[in-house]
T-cell receptor, first 112, second 116 residues
Framework: QKEVEQDPGPLSVPEGAIVSLNCTYS??????FMWYRQYSRKGPELLMY????GNKEDGRFTAQVDKSSKYISLFIRDSQPSDSATYLC????????????FGSGTRLSIRP | NAGVTQTPKFQVLKTGQSMTLQCAQD?????MSWYRQDPGMGLRLIHY???????DQGEVPNGYNVSRSTTEDFPLRLLSAAPSQTSVYFC???????????????FGPGTRLLVL
């Protein structure tokens, strides 16, 4: 079983919709949670970073962490065609913060 | 700043050949790492370094060597290439070594490697 599970999609939604992307994990030691965006044939770029539980908002993006359920989410409001990309969740434990484990990524397409 | 640069962009190797993937950053970052990305597998950590002279293994280190003689450079060596090493390789760097390198991790553009 993978430590981090992520639905590969693809997920296709109309422009303006709210998008929900999710990951589940099995390692209860994970404390740091990240979301990356990766455009086709490019390197990933860090979108959101959260520590432990709770919500974090940045513009149209909201990251949520539910440690009791071992579940994290990324919400995108007012989605735009430019949001079309692969979104990867990533996480690491406090004791081994340098070892970052990634999900396999969800491919998202926003239809104009 | 150029950020994180990787060379070459694309490489074809024959089984058994060796090569070095280059990675450099000009942000004075302490933490650098190498990942490979395969379809359906996400990014997997190969090796990482928390500073010059210090390296450690990640999830999938077999078949790869690294060294870190300067802050700027972190080359990845394939000792004897195998078809299973066909992948896209990404180098990343961060200024927050130790406690929270994940806070500001920047990725390079990647090297596509095909091993025949």
């Amino acid at each position: 079983q993978k430590e981090v599970e992520q639905d590969p999609g693809p997920l296709s939604v109309p422009e303006g919709a709210i998008v929900s992307l999710n990951c589940t994990y099995s390692n209860s030691a994970f404390q740091y949670f990240m979301w990356y965006r990766q455009y086709s044939r490019k390197g990933p770029e860090l979108l959101m970073y959260t520590y432990s539980s709770g919500n974090k908002e940045d513009g149209r993006f909201t990251a949520q962490v539910d440690k009791s359920s071992k579940y994290i989410s990324l919400f995108i409001r007012d989605s735009q065609p430019s949001d079309s990309a692969t979104y990867l969740c990533a996480m690491s434990a406090k004791s081994s913060a340098s070892k970052i484990i990634f999900g396999s990524g969800t491919r998202l397409s926003i239809r104009p | 700043n150029a950020g994180v640069t990787q060379t070459p962009k694309f490489q074809v190797l024959k089984t058994g050949q060796s090569m070095t993937l280059q990675c450099a950053q000009d942000m004075n970052h302490e933490y650098m790492s190498w990942y490979r990305q395969d379809p359906g597998m996400g990014l997997r950590l190969i090796h990482y370094s928390v500073g010059a002279g210090i390296t450690d293994q990640g999830e999938v280190p077999n078949g790869y060597n690294v060294s870190r003689s300067t802050t700027e450079d972190f080359p990845l060596r394939l000792l004897s290439a195998a078809p299973s090493q066909t992948s896209v390789y990404f180098c990343a760097s961060s200024y927050s070594a130790g406690a929270r390198p994940q806070e500001t991790q920047y990725f390079g553009p990647g090297t596509r490697l095909l091993v025949l």
